[in-house]
């Protein structure tokens, strides 16, 4: 059985990258990385990945959450935010596109795993 492919949306590299090594570390495939929206959605339909772990915070004048939008407008697929943003406004507005998970930075493998697994359920 073949492991999920996971996009990861993160406009800062260092922390992209981490990311994508923790994934691997677990097993999952890394199937992209965007660093803006306009990446995420294309990269979205050119790669159909399983799974899509989205910051909140990308430079534009597009957010995460609009991309969010977005993307459940071109396929089914589960967003999980990974975002260090926990304002209540913030949430409220994240919670607007049905995420299937809410990760906060910083965090650990555990909690990037937990939080994958729930939402590939």
């Known amino acids: 059985m073949s492991q999920p492919r996971i996009l990861i949306v993160e406009d800062d590299d260092i922390i992209a990258t981490l990311v994508e090594w923790r994934l691997k570390k677990l097993?999952?495939?890394?199937?992209?990385?965007?660093?803006?929206g306009n990446e995420a959605l294309s990269l979205v339909q050119r790669e159909s990945p399983d799974l899509v772990l989205l910051d909140i915070?990308?430079?534009g004048r597009v957010d995460g959450i609009a991309v969010a939008n977005e993307i459940r407008k071109l396929r089914e697929v589960p967003i999980v935010f990974v975002t260090g943003h926990s304002e209540r406004e913030v949430i409220d507005r994240a919670k607007s596109t049905?995420?299937?998970?809410?990760?906060?930075?910083?965090?650990?493998d555990d909690d990037l795993r937990v939080g994958i697994e729930l939402a590939l359920r």
């Open 27 to 36: 097993g999952y495939e890394v199937c992209g990385r965007a660093a803006e």
């Open 98 to 108: 049905r995420p299937d998970g809410f990760i906060l930075k910083p965090f650990g």
């Open 57 to 59: 915070g990308l430079p």
